[in-house]
């Protein structure tokens, strides 16, 4: 029986020992190919080279390269409970677009700290990151204890020290861990260098973490990606097509487009070259054709009849985000907000608050009216059109958003709050004007205009 996967994001400031703690966690769970330790130990002899846990990430950075042994982008290691996905996330600031793809995926993170060097900046600025991705199992390990010879003293100042600072974040560590991952000190194996330490290692804090919960259990959920319609033959279906977010739906079932509450019944799941289905689940990317000609576009979200509260139809929510935009974020312009497969223009209405890193704390802004780049917060956004979504903790997929500024993807976060939900059927219907029209006399309209065409253009129809 294949063992659940896991994934986690191990993030520190460049030279804390994040890539040594990667290849000692690889080396200590049996998680390398066959003899790779041995070889690269006896490469490191012969040319009189000192041996570093790191070297076996890049090892395997060749034989990904090559196409072999390892899940390709990915770096997994094993326990006896389940499999850990290893997502990158670099510790420069140049790279927290990078950090930021990577650790939206996880479920649980691990952040190093150097015990020599302490709270670095980027320390800081990865806590604040995770805090404002969401993610709330966090794992703090306290490297290099034993370049200070294993001083529980240095130990518990900087853990105190990075406490008093993820609280201005709200964000409650699961375990603050000192290891040294050079001598495998509380990785995998208890340490008997650090005996007034009493808490868990580290492989036995990630095992009793929670994994991701299972997307196909609870409400149904499918952002519509388009509408596609076939006329050849004389057929008519209309399939409207996305990717399954959330639990199941069967054939027969009633559902509702949101935001314009539109109502149809499932007719069947389009297959091609396949058995037909009865059912679609969480992860599944599929095809629906509907008993009644309704009209939706894309952007829309398809939910169970009598399951429709679960996601609320807004125009004005609060969000946390990291800005990344080389202009500025600021009230005077429109930005593009893609959520799902929504997408519908958005203006600041009001910043909250902005998070500036300073010796020992995050400093709050008063009166903020802006985000420069690399900065974060939490802010106020106004939507143009209400859109079906959901606070980031019910469900991640509409609860993540990035705004666009121009052609530049400029920001990434999350939805805290909706703040304002939009009940009036003439805002709702003001998402698109073709919604004032009714679906038959659409649908009549697309028949007569490909009609003329055939007459005056047959040619362009022929086979």
Same mark, same amino acid.
């Given at each position: 029986?294949?063992?659940?996967?896991m994934?986690?994001?191990i993030?520190?400031?460049?030279?804390?020992?994040?890539?040594?703690?990667? /290849?000692?966690?690889?080396?200590d769970?049996?998680?390398?190919?066959?003899?790779?330790?041995e070889?690269?130990?006896?490469?490191?002899?012969?040319?009189?080279?000192?041996?570093?846990?790191s070297?076996?990430?890049?090892?395997?950075?060749?034989?990904?390269?090559?196409?072999?042994?390892?899940?390709?982008?990915r770096?997994?290691f094993?326990?006896?409970?389940? %499999?850990?996905?290893?997502?990158? @996330?670099? !510790?420069?600031?140049?790279?927290?677009?990078?950090?930021?793809?990577g650790?939206?995926?996880?479920a @649980?993170?691990?952040?190093?700290?150097?015990?020599?060097?302490?709270?670095?900046?980027?320390?800081?600025?990865? !806590?604040?990151?995770?805090?404002?991705?969401?993610?709330?199992?966090?794992?703090?390990?306290?490297?290099k204890?034993?370049?200070?010879?294993?001083?529980?003293?240095a130990?518990?100042?900087i853990?105190d020290?990075?406490?008093?600072?993820? !609280?201005?974040?709200?964000?409650?560590? #699961?375990?603050?861990?000192?290891?040294?991952?050079? &001598? /495998?000190?509380?990785?995998?194996?208890v340490?008997?260098?650090?005996?007034?330490?009493k808490?868990?290692?580290?492989?036995e804090?990630?095992?009793?973490?929670e994994?991701?919960?299972?997307?196909?259990? !609870?409400?149904?959920?499918?952002?519509?990606?388009?509408?596609?319609?076939?006329?050849?033959?004389?057929? &008519?279906?209309?399939?409207?097509?996305?990717?399954?977010?959330?639990?199941?739906?069967?054939?027969?079932?009633?559902v509702?487009?949101?935001p314009?509450?539109?109502?149809?019944?499932?007719?069947?799941?389009?297959? +091609?070259?396949?058995?037909?289905?009865?059912?679609?689940?969480?992860?599944?990317?599929?095809g629906?054709? =509907?008993?009644?000609?309704?009209?939706?576009?894309?952007g829309?979200?398809?939910?169970?009849?009598?399951?429709?509260?679960f996601?609320?139809? @807004?125009?004005?929510?609060?969000?946390?985000?990291? +800005?990344?935009?080389?202009?500025?974020?600021?009230?005077?312009?429109e930005?593009?907000?893609k959520?799902?497969?929504?997408?519908?223009?958005?203006?600041l209405?009001?910043?909250?608050?902005?998070?500036?890193?300073?010796?020992?704390?995050?400093?709050?802004?008063?009166?903020?009216?802006?985000?420069?780049?690399?900065?974060?917060?939490?802010?106020?956004?106004?939507?143009?059109?209400?859109?079906?979504?959901?606070?980031?903790?019910?469900?991640?997929?509409l609860?993540?958003f990035?705004?666009?500024?121009?052609?530049?993807?400029?920001a990434?976060? #999350?939805?805290? %709050?909706?703040?304002?939900?939009?009940?009036?059927?003439e805002?709702?219907?003001?998402?698109?004007?073709? @919604?004032? +029209?009714?679906?038959?006399?659409?649908?009549e309209?697309?028949? %007569?205009?490909?009609? =003329?065409?055939?007459?005056?253009?047959?040619?362009?129809?022929?086979?």
């Amino acid at each position: 029986m294949q063992k659940e996967r896991m994934n986690i994001v191990i993030t520190g400031h460049v030279d804390h020992g994040k890539s040594t703690l990667v /290849g000692r966690l690889l080396a200590d769970t049996n998680s390398l190919p066959q003899g790779k330790l041995e070889s690269i130990k006896e490469s490191c002899a012969k040319n009189a080279r000192p041996f570093e846990y790191s070297m076996l990430l890049d090892a395997l950075e060749d034989e990904q390269r090559q196409g072999i042994t390892i899940d390709s982008a990915r770096i997994f290691f094993k326990s006896a409970l389940r %499999e850990y996905v290893i997502i990158d @996330a670099p !510790g420069h600031i140049e790279f927290l677009r990078n950090m930021l793809s990577g650790a939206s995926r996880a479920a @649980a993170a691990v952040l190093v700290i150097d015990a020599k060097e302490g709270v670095a900046e980027n320390s800081k600025r990865h !806590g604040m990151l995770l805090s404002l991705l969401g993610i709330a199992q966090v794992i703090v390990v306290v490297n290099k204890l034993d370049m200070l010879n294993y001083d529980e003293r240095a130990f518990c100042e900087i853990k105190d020290a990075y406490l008093r600072f993820l !609280g201005t974040l709200d964000v409650n560590p #699961i375990a603050v861990i000192p290891i040294s991952a050079r &001598e /495998g000190d509380n990785i995998a194996s208890v340490s008997a260098n650090m005996k007034w330490f009493k808490g868990q290692t580290l492989l036995e804090t990630l095992d009793s973490l929670e994994n991701t919960k299972d997307e196909s259990v !609870g409400n149904f959920i499918l952002p519509l990606q388009d509408v596609y319609r076939f006329s050849n033959e004389d057929d &008519e279906r209309r399939i409207y097509a996305g990717s399954v977010v959330g639990g199941k739906a069967h054939l027969n079932d009633k559902v509702v487009f949101l935001p314009s509450f539109k109502e149809a019944t499932i007719a069947n799941f389009e297959v +091609w070259d396949a058995p037909a289905k009865e059912e679609i689940c969480a992860g599944e990317a599929v095809g629906i054709s =509907l008993k009644e000609d309704i009209y939706v576009k894309s952007g829309a979200v398809m939910v169970k009849k009598n399951e429709e509260s679960f996601l609320k139809v @807004a125009k004005q929510v609060r969000v946390n985000l990291i +800005w990344l935009g080389h202009n500025a974020l600021e009230s005077h312009k429109e930005y593009l907000f893609k959520l799902g497969s929504a997408k519908v223009k958005a203006v600041l209405k009001k910043v909250e608050r902005v998070l500036h890193i300073s010796a020992d704390e995050v400093d709050l802004e008063s009166n903020p009216t802006k985000l420069t780049r690399n900065e974060a917060g939490t802010v106020i956004l106004e939507l143009k059109h209400p859109v079906a979504l959901c606070a980031f903790k019910e469900n991640q997929t509409l609860g993540r958003f990035v705004l666009v500024d121009g052609f530049d993807a400029a920001a990434g976060g #999350i939805v805290l %709050e909706v703040l304002e939900e939009s009940a009036n059927a003439e805002d709702l219907n003001s998402l698109d004007s073709l @919604a004032h +029209w009714d679906a038959k006399r659409i649908f009549e309209f697309e028949e %007569e205009f490909f009609a =003329l065409l055939k007459k005056y253009f047959p040619h362009r129809f022929e086979e």
